[in-house]
């Protein structure tokens, strides 16, 4: 292993944004489970700064690998800061999951509905954006393994359209949330919160063990990728303030007084 090897390079900051050269490829060498770390060089060259300045190839980004993929990765990669995750390019994916998609008409509006063979793991309400759905299954899974199939979806979109007309409480529908260990509490926690009532985004830090991260859990909240199964509706303010909602307000609103949860 020489000198330059990735694993002999000491830990160095968090994740930040990538900006890439065309040749700026080197790899990216993780243990299994492990965080993974690529760490950027620059080199003298051409560049708007003129001849001799200093080009960055690729500053330093770290985060954690999908699931499924192996432990040493030939790829570029970028931080994807809307999204919140790692956005892979490469050809050694491998092991990773399929995602299969359908966009429906439901009683609420638009809504874009993906699953993997382990369950739900992405639902968008109307009033969010089509390109985010998009965008956030080829940042979890690849462009190649997302596939339009609506059938595998139908029993998803039956159970929603049956909690709109008030006769469903508990969802049946195995889900495949993937997220950070923080997010995973958090949305632990927004699971538990029985059909009918509320809690606060501080109610949830305390019960997460982390009181005055607050602030936190309502990112946390923001980022659900499968709100109403994942009823992050029913997090609200400590003064009884709906705040925000992926969805738009109204929708969360909505929601509430159909559960009876607000008058």
Known sequence: ??????????????????????????????????????????????????????????????????????????AKARFDGTNGAMRLYGRNRKNVDKVYYGVFNSSLGVVCIASTGKGVCKITLPGESEEDFFGWLEAHFGSQNVIEDRHRNEGVLAELESYLAGELRDFQSPLDLRGTEFQMKVWREVRAIPY?????????????????????????NRANPIPIIVPCHRVIGRDGSLRGYGGGLPIKERLLRLERAIG
């Not at 700064?49 to 999908?66: N, Q, Y």
């Not at 009918?196 to 946390?220: F, K, L, N, Q």
């Open 1 to 74: 292993m020489g000198p330059d090897s990735p694993l002999r390079q000491p830990p160095i900051g968090d994740g930040q944004p990538a900006h890439r050269h065309p040749r700026g490829r080197r790899p990216l060498l993780r243990a299994p489970g492990s965080p993974w770390l690529h760490r950027g060089r620059e080199r003298r060259g051409r560049a708007s700064g003129g001849a001799g300045a200093l080009r960055p190839l690729d500053t330093v980004i770290t985060g954690t690998l999908p699931d499924g993929l192996t432990d040493c990765l030939i």
């Open 196 to 220: 009918g009532t509320t809690c606060s985004y501080r109610d949830i830090a305390e019960r997460i063990g982390h009181p005055r991260a607050y602030r936190a859990v309502g990112a946390a």
